[in-house]
């Protein structure tokens, strides 16, 4: 099914690639598609961005019923653009879709979309160091109905957005926060699943960190309040002895692709790495006996976001000497580098686009 295009009359001025924040600039085009019970998905189209139009009774906007994606499109030194993983994003937004009964839809066929929506945006594509296209394909469901069920209907849209540098001022670890008093998902909840609700569940845990002069919330699992998920809306990692350790997933952790090519990258570099539950407990011990080196979350916004405080109750304590950890360090080079095309991808994960 390929999509239909209509280009934009007028063309919106580009941004100062030095001044780029994040989220608050979009390109020209977008790409929408619908479904319908009798049609499945249908009328893909990249057309002008524009406002979707709902009734108030639109039942995403009671119900919350809806799943989204954040990847990124790089611009290379040799003038082209490409995506890292960009396949495992839309099977894992069919994953999420599941969890909230939204209809699979066709991931190659998305991927074929994305690209062609990119090569008709390529100029948006920010060419400034650390510097991208962040892209956000989200599905909402659309019936106008006030009844708690699943949507019949649902759109299917894809915007794009140049983002600035993560660290414009360097690679710099960050405080965290550890509450008992929330937690962002439950065992047998959606807290795998990228959707919206599991955000809006941040918010409040998000802002009390804020107040307190904290970056991020680490978040205990929903049962015991025992066991790390996750910080802020990043996988995390210790390193301890000089081995990885990262929670395993559980159905309340968001499976990151960031996460999933950690574990891969340190494994092929003949790391040790482990998936296993990690409490906060032993967090706090491997601190006193020395043990743990380091600490870092992992996303596609900061790639690698190191740990530098950590306050647990009236604990607080110091990871590291104050900078950055030769382990997040080298993962942050070589995740970097494989997407901006500045290194070998020994892995096979760049897609070119154009
Ligand atoms: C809750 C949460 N955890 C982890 C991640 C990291 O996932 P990824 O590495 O795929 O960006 C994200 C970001 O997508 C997230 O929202």
Not at 43 to 58: F, G, K, L, V, W
Not at 190 to 203: H, M, R
């Amino acid at each position: 099914m390929q999509p239909t295009i209509t280009r934009a009359e007028t063309l919106k001025p580009k941004p100062d690639q030095t001044k780029l924040g994040f989220g608050t600039i979009f390109t020209d085009h977008m790409f929408n598609m619908d479904y319908s019970i009798e049609k499945g998905w249908h009328s893909p189209r990249i057309e002008p961005y524009a406002p979707i139009s709902m009734d108030p009774s639109t039942m995403v906007l009671h119900y919350g019923q809806a799943v989204f994606e954040g990847l990124k499109a790089y611009a290379t030194e040799s003038g082209g653009v490409q995506l890292f993983r960009p396949g495992d994003n839309f099977k894992r937004m069919n994953r999420s879709g599941k969890q909230l009964c939204i209809p699979a839809f066709g991931e190659g066929a998305a991927l074929d979309a994305l690209k062609q929506l990119l090569a008709l945006e390529k100029a948006w594509v920010p060419r400034a160091p650390g510097t991208s296209l962040y892209i956000r394909p989200t599905i909402v469901a659309t019936d106008p109905f006030l009844g708690v069920r699943a949507s019949f209907t649902y759109r299917f849209f894809i915007i794009l957005s140049p983002v600035g540098a993560y660290y414009p001022e360097g690679f710099n670890p960050v405080k965290i926060w550890v509450t008992k008093e929330h937690v962002r998902a439950v065992r047998g909840g959606v807290g795998e699943a990228k959707t919206p609700g599991n955000y809006a569940a941040s918010l409040l845990a998000g802002e009390k960190a804020h107040a307190e002069g904290y970056t991020q919330v680490l978040w205990l699992d929903g049962v015991e309040q025992k066991f790390i998920e996750e910080v802020g809306a990043m996988n995390i990692f210790f390193v301890v002895d000089n081995e990885i350790i990262t929670p395993e997933l559980n159905g309340s952790i968001l499976p990151g692709i960031t996460r999933d090519s950690v574990i891969k990258l340190a494994k092929n570099w003949g790391m040790k790495v482990s998936e296993r539950k990690i409490s906060i407990d032993e967090v706090m011990a491997g601190r006193s006996s020395g043990k743990l080196t380091e600490i870092f979350g992992s996303g596609t916004a900061a790639v690698i976001s190191p740990v530098g405080e950590l306050k647990y109750g009236d604990d607080l304590i110091s990871v590291g000497d104050g900078g950055v950890g030769p382990v997040a360090q080298r993962l942050f080079d070589a995740i970097q580098g494989i997407q901006y095309g500045q290194t070998e991808d020994p892995m096979g994960w760049i897609e070119p686009v154009c």
